[in-house]
């Protein structure tokens, strides 16, 4: 474990936290991004902040283990198993909605990526040579600075930004462990969610 986080861990960029002020969305009179959000369980997730203790996150993820449905870790001589209970109590989030994967997004029945993206658009008639963050609308450009670290929208942050307009459950525990699981996997993929 030690090489481990010497050589891999120790040396892999944390992603800031995204925090989210309801209150500030409510003064600015988004109200419908702050619905949505709201909709989707996401208002104790999104306001979460706190200190990031680095080096603590790098070891956390340098022995964490995917036990069942179940993270188990070991940081400072403490034990720590992340439950879908611990979830919900920590973050409000609940283990249900929509399990969305990549390669997986057939769960959303007949989508189209680029059909969608221009529906999203501040022109919808405009030329499409990739789904930036630029010209969508100011509700999707919003939900898709949440969803997405790119400017450059994939089909995962499509379908998302999709689900979240429609008001279809996702199921973010399943999104936050896949995301984990492939920071952990994939040597230039950032360590996510700090707090």
């Not at 474990?1 to 309801?22: A, D, G, H, L, W």
């Not at 209150?23 to 979460?48: H, T």
Request: include cysteine; charged fraction near 25%.
């Amino acid at each position: 474990m030690i090489e481990r986080y010497r050589f891999e861990t120790s040396r892999k960029v944390i992603n800031n936290p995204k925090v989210v002020s309801f209150s500030w969305l409510k003064c600015q009179k988004m109200y419908d991004v702050r619905r949505l959000l709201k909709e989707q369980l996401l208002k104790r997730f999104l306001e979460m902040k706190g200190n990031i203790y680095s080096d603590l996150i790098r070891v956390f993820y340098t022995n964490l283990k995917f036990e069942g449905n179940n993270l188990v870790s070991h940081v400072k001589g403490v034990d720590m198993e992340i439950t879908h209970e611990v979830w919900a109590a920590v973050t409000g989030l609940k283990y249900a909605g929509l399990r969305i994967n990549k390669g997986i997004i057939g769960v959303v029945e007949n989508f189209n990526k680029i059909q969608y993206y221009k529906s999203c658009l501040k022109n919808p008639h405009a030329q499409v040579r990739t789904c930036s963050v630029g010209g969508l609308k100011l509700n999707e450009r919003l939900l898709a600075l949440f969803v997405s670290n790119h400017f450059v929208l994939t089909e995962e942050d499509l379908v998302y930004i999709y689900c979240i307009m429609n008001k279809v459950k996702i199921n973010w525990i399943h999104i936050i462990k896949e995301h984990m699981h492939k920071s952990m996997r994939l040597s230039d993929y950032h360590y996510p969610y700090a707090i």
